[in-house]
């Protein structure tokens, strides 16, 4: 789906396919239905896999409409189910298909299923929003299993994907906080840098939703604890999970957090280089703290100002509109304390 969950959802033909579905009349977006609902059963690996590919690009493009086709919802989740449980027709008849020559193939194939069978439960978590808590039920075991195993891919596309149903159910996830929770701690120190950086990425989504702080506060120091390394790694995408995370437990409670500590170094990380999503936390927890008042921002303005420059330039993608107008406006704010910071970025004056 995205930066954090880094195996591919679907190419440029699902995509067209899934524009298509949601475009044209209903004989191609019942097809795409009926297609998935069969079960597929007689179906070998490579058909499942393909066909996990485009329900997961049609879900995400086409929002819920899809499931609303007789008992989609419930056959989906079956067949989900199924493969990643490993339980599925075509998984449990690899070993007959003669098209696999050798059982590194039949692993291969084992794992595409799997893996694009967690695609389509993403798509699902994007397509039901806060709904989608009550089917995590059905996945929340098998993704876990998969995020303990001992094959590395695995456990970085497991907690990669408890990240993006985390962010999608919303709320939600709150009955699954203490579970997840363990996990996440444990996964933060996963010999995989992947893993770690993925965990970074869904425990600071946890916090920001769920609602059971009695849960995660008292893992607050544990959890800065174990960033702390993330945040000297020279990996990119690491860092900007890890600063990601520790933005979100600020905007979450700033009072449980040593600000004085974690923004100098949260600061010196800035501009982000390759991921773009985590400047969302990032900029809505640095407005917030000047809008408190917070002496330690207010000490790293001179810092901040070239800061302010890169990310409000070119790629405009840098910031989402909303993140963009927040920040537009404390600059003005700050211009109008302090322009001589300005000096040298007097393009920021005239935003």
Same mark, same amino acid.
């Given at each position: ?219 607050? *120091?544990?959890?800065? !604890?174990? @960033?702390? %390394?993330? /945040?000297?790694?020279?990996? #990119?995408?690491? +860092? ?53 008042? *917070?002496?330690?921002? !207010?000490? @790293?303005? %001179?810092? /901040?100002?070239?800061?302010? #420059?890169?990310? +409000? ?39």
């Amino acid at each position: 789906m995205n930066h954090h969950y880094v195996n591919p959802a679907h190419s440029d033909t699902q995509v067209v396919l899934a524009e298509k579905t949601y475009q044209h009349s209903d004989p191609l977006f019942i097809s795409v239905c009926n297609i998935f609902a069969s079960r597929y059963t007689n179906y070998n690996s490579a058909v499942v896999t393909d066909i996990n590919r485009n329900i997961a690009a049609t879900l995400k493009l086409c929002g819920p409409a899809i499931l609303t086709q007789g008992n989609m919802l419930e056959q989906v989740t079956t067949i989900l189910a199924a493969l990643v449980t490993r339980q599925h027709p075509c998984q449990l008849d690899m070993g007959d298909d003669e098209d696999q020559e050798d059982v590194g193939e039949t692993s291969e194939y084992d794992w595409l299923a799997v893996d694009t069978a967690l695609d389509v439960v993403i798509g699902l978590s994007v397509a039901l929003g806060p709904q989608f808590g009550e089917l995590w039920k059905v996945f929340e075991k098998p993704v876990m299993k998969s995020a303990s195993s001992q094959e590395a891919f695995e456990r970085s596309t497991a907690i990669g994907v408890i990240a993006e149903c985390t962010a999608h159910m919303g709320s939600s996830v709150t009955p699954y906080t203490a579970t997840l929770l363990k996990l996440l701690l444990h996964r933060l120190k996963d010999e995989d840098p992947e893993t770690r950086s993925n965990a970074a990425y869904a425990t600071g989504l946890l916090i920001a939703h769920s609602t059971d702080s009695n849960t995660y506060l008292p893992a607050f *120091n544990e959890i800065l !604890q174990k @960033l702390e %390394p993330l /945040l000297q790694t020279e990996r #990119a995408r690491t +860092l900007d999970n890890a600063s990601g995370c520790v933005s979100r437990m600020i905007i979450a409670h700033p009072d449980k957090v040593p600000i004085a500590d974690v923004l100098p170094v949260l600061v010196n990380l800035l501009p982000l280089k390759e991921d773009y999503e985590e400047n969302k936390p990032i900029y809505e927890c640095i407005v917030g703290l000047y809008q408190h008042g *917070n002496s330690t921002v !207010q000490e @790293l303005t %001179p810092k /901040l100002i070239p800061v302010f #420059a890169h990310v +409000l330039g070119e790629p405009k993608e840098q910031l989402e509109d909303d993140t963009r107008v927040k920040l537009t406006e404390t600059v003005k704010y700050i211009a109008k304390q302090q322009p001589s910071l300005f000096q040298g970025h007097e393009g920021l004056l005239s935003l």
